[in-house]
């Protein structure tokens, strides 16, 4: 599997990859597909590359929808991506009580996700609003691309310690990137058993952030 990507250089290319994908340098090879210049005097350049994954970094193993409820959430999957103009084969990845998840394999996987995850994230909301128009059982739809949900969860996790451990350094608060509800319960969780540590989310509107901070032997 692979995912195209452009930069004004190779670095800022590799480094759209990594932020689009929430992969780390050495799970992924990179091949320099054509170098573009225009503007006035050709000055101006663009570096175009593509992103090859490295082996088990994709998720194995997908199915066919097997029921009408499946199919129906499948194709409007798959139709909302052609009509951004990326489309994608959208596979079931797994089912579990009150869950079904789904699988999204596009070259374009990486706009497909969007930075981070955001494209994801809106294909997940609004498959979410198909869903509970079908079926009245409240199926909650977890869209996926190129395993990126699991990386991304893993990062957070790391990047919750690295900030606890920050906090409880200098005693002073620290302020997160805005996220999802799902990331931001993540973080919660992540440092909820710390006891010099607090944590709130501030903001207004699906994307919010997530302040730490220190409140000693309280």
Avoid: C, W
């Amino acid at each position: 599997m692979y995912q195209e990507f452009e930069g004004k250089t190779e670095k800022e290319a590799i480094d759209l990859a990594i932020e689009a994908l929430g992969l780390e340098r050495d799970e992924f090879d990179v091949e320099v597909l054509e170098t573009e210049k225009g503007g006035i005097f050709n000055l101006q350049k663009k570096v175009k590359i593509r992103v090859h994954l490295n082996d088990g970094i994709v998720a194995e193993g997908s199915e066919d929808p097997e029921n009408d409820f499946e199919h129906a959430v499948v194709d409007f999957v798959h139709q909302v991506t052609e009509r951004m103009g990326y489309p994608a084969d959208v596979r079931v990845k797994y089912r579990e009580p009150g869950k079904l998840g789904l699988r999204l394999d596009s070259p374009h996987s990486g706009i497909l996700i969007g930075k981070k995850g955001k494209n994801l994230d809106a294909l997940q909301l609004l498959a979410n609003i198909v869903a509970g128009r079908l079926d009245d059982r409240e199926t909650r739809i977890i869209v996926d691309a190129e395993n990126y949900r699991q990386r991304r969860e893993e990062n957070l996790i790391r990047l919750a310690q690295q900030v606890g451990d920050q906090v409880l350094q200098t005693r002073k608060s620290k302020l997160l990137e805005p996220m999802n509800p799902f990331e931001r319960r993540l973080i919660h969780t992540t440092l909820n058993n710390i006891a010099q540590i607090a944590t709130k989310s501030e903001g207004e509107g699906l994307y919010k952030q997530v302040r730490v901070v220190y409140r000693g032997m309280e």
